[in-house]
Each structure stands twice: as structure tokens, then as C-alpha cells.
């Protein structure tokens, strides 16, 4: 008897290759546009994780301090659950920010009453916030391998 995988075990699968290749954090929905919430993000992408929130710390935007709680949540999980491709419990100073990512998590639709009867549509938009942390040293060595890009800066 054939037994074929479901979606379930697909998803489950997924979320184990994740969590071996370094930890992850999401932020399911933040009142707050995603190109607001990308100028953030993209300040800290590629940096240390002290070296992230010493920045988040002295931005003087709103998505500041939601983007600087997820990273210590991912942080204490890696470090909590050993979510490094080795196995073992990583150090805090040694994470940096893999990947971190923004899109769109849907909007809120009213409507706001204007001259002769007419209503305008208004938008509040929302945000997802997607974050990987990996191995400082793991990055330094894919960076500097011989297979890496040939340009020169």
C-alpha cells in the first residue's frame, strides 16, 4: 500500500530545513506599511545581531522597535534550541542577519465621507516580517570561497 506525503507533512518538512539552517523569527502582522517597514529592515540586513540592535536602538522610526524585538526573539530561540547547520547552541555575538524580509500581510478598507455624497477608499495597510539568522562564520567562508563572485569592488 502506497502511502503518498500530504501538504501537512510537505509543511512540516519545510519548517525542519529552516530551523537547521539557522534560526527564524515572523512577525505575522504589523500595523504599518511595508515600504515604511523596509527602510528599517534594510539597514540592518548582512549586519551582527549587536551590532543590528545597537542601530534599531537609536533609529528614530516606528518599526524600529518591533523589527529589533523579533531579532531578539530569534536570537534567544537559536540560542535556546541550537539552530545552527552544526547542531549546537550558538552564541549571540556570533548570529547575523541572514535574510530578513517584508511583504504584504493585507489591509483594513473604510471608507471616509467627502463632499456631495461621495466616500474615498482608505487603505491601512499591514506588514509581514520574515527573519533568518545564521553562523557568522559560515557566512565569512561561503564569502570568501573560491567559488564566490570574481568581481573585484
Known amino acids: 500500500m502506497d502511502t503518498k506525503p500530504t501538504q501537512k507533512n ?3 518538512t519545510t519548517s525542519q530545513e529552516l530551523i537547521s539552517n ?3 523569527a515572523t512577525l505575522e502582522s504589523h500595523n504599518q506599511t511595508p515600504r515604511k517597514v523596509r527602510l528599517v529592515t534594510d539597514l540592518v540586513k548582512g549586519k551582527s545581531v549587536p551590532a543590528a540592535l545597537a542601530a ?3 533609529l528614530s522610526k516606528r518599526a524600529a ?3 529589533a524585538k523579533l531579532i531578539k526573539s530569534a536570537a534567544a530561540s537559536a540560542s535556546a534550541e541550537g539552530g545552527s547547520a552544526s547542531g549546537g ?3 549571540f555575538e556570533n548570529l547575523i542577519v541572514k535574510n530578513i524580509t517584508v511583504e504584504s500581510a493585507g489591509m483594513l478598507k473604510k471608507y471616509m465621507p467627502r463632499a456631495f455624497g461621495r466616500a474615498s ?3 491601512r495597510r499591514k ?3 520574515t527573519l533568518e539568522l545564521g553562523n557568522q562564520k559560515s557566512e565569512i567562508r561561503k564569502k570568501n570561497s573560491p567559488t564566490s563572485d570574481f568581481r573585484t569592488p
Open 56 to 58: 534599531l536602538q537609536f
Open 89 to 91: 547552541k550558538e552564541k
Open 22 to 24: 539557522g534560526a527564524s
Open 121 to 123: 477608499l482608505i487603505r
Open 127 to 129: 506588514s509581514r516580517i
Open 10 to 12: 510537505k509543511r512540516t
Open 65 to 67: 522597535a518591533p523589527v
